[in-house]
């Protein structure tokens, strides 16, 4: 069963062009219903029957897992069998008529600007780790890219003169995205100098770095900014995504075009920028409702 994961992991990046992330949650997803599989006898895939992942998602849901999670399981697993049949390694899908539980869509965390302006704030000294963590903030703000994206620009992505980056995707077209002031004197600072102390000696042309002078990862950019968001006295957990709605839901409510705001954020629909359109209508009732005198 291991290798036919392993198979189909590699079909979905030689073929589908699956994002690295897309690939390694579905081998953490399916990994999972190997175990198990296994814990109950079952050693081989064509022996997987609609009863055995009928219990399976039975146990996810004691688990305690999300409606969210559980249908991510669901796709991980209907998209490998229909690879499976395809590819006539099973006689039948088990998962064929199975149906993922109902996902209650939650409305994005968006921070006010004054929160924003409280994050900023906190690393404001001069040690190197500072001074590269001030960088990274302003510029997720500024143009509201990916963690993913962030932690793999290169040097020679930036461009000081003009005020713009090349953010580069493994799924989607390159797109250039401006920056404004602030996260220009942020990049500048950290880039004059801060940026090689922190290399210690070794050779990157990667933007950002850890403290060990080696590439960052997106788990510890997370807890950079979730320690930034409790110095700050933020009561909501604040993640990179919180920053990165924020940067979308400011420029709308500011007058941006849906559009814009799609391609700045490399989103692959229009629909998905919608959200924060209808997040700024609900504001402005919301003002309406609690200022007009005739309401």
Known sequence: MQQSIEDFISYLGDVKKASLNTRQSYRRDLSKMKRFMEANGINEVGRITVTNINAYVLKLEKDGLSAATISRNIAAMR??????????????????????????????????????NRIMGQPSGNSPK??????MIELLYA??????????????DINLEMDYIICHSDTRKD??????SE????????????????????????LFLNCQGNSMSRQGFWKIIKGYGIKAGIKD??????????FAAHLVENGADLRSVQEMMGLSDIS????????????????????HPRK
Not at 83 to 112: G, H, Q, R
Not at 240 to 246: E, F, M
Not at 272 to 290: E, F, G, L, P, W
């Open 79 to 116: 998209t490998y069998f229909h690879y499976l049949m395809v590819n006539k390694k099973i006689d039948y899908e088990p998962v064929e008529f199975l149906k993922a539980p109902p996902i209650k869509k939650k409305a994005p965390t968006i921070l006010s600007v004054e929160e924003v």
């Open 130 to 135: 500072e001074v590269r963590d001030k960088a």
């Open 143 to 156: 143009t509201g890219i990916r963690v993913s994206e962030m932690i793999l620009l290169k040097v020679e």
């Open 175 to 180: 797109r250039i995205v401006p920056f404004g």
């Open 183 to 206: 996260a220009k004197k942020a990049l500048s600072k950290w880039l004059g100098g801060y940026r090689d102390e922190m290399l210690k000696g070794k050779e990157s042309d990667l």
């Open 237 to 246: 957990d604040i993640t990179p995504h919180t920053i990165r709605h924020s």
């Open 272 to 291: 998905s920028a919608r959200i924060y359109a209808d997040m700024s209508k609900q504001k402005i009732r919301s003002v309406y409702a609690n200022s």
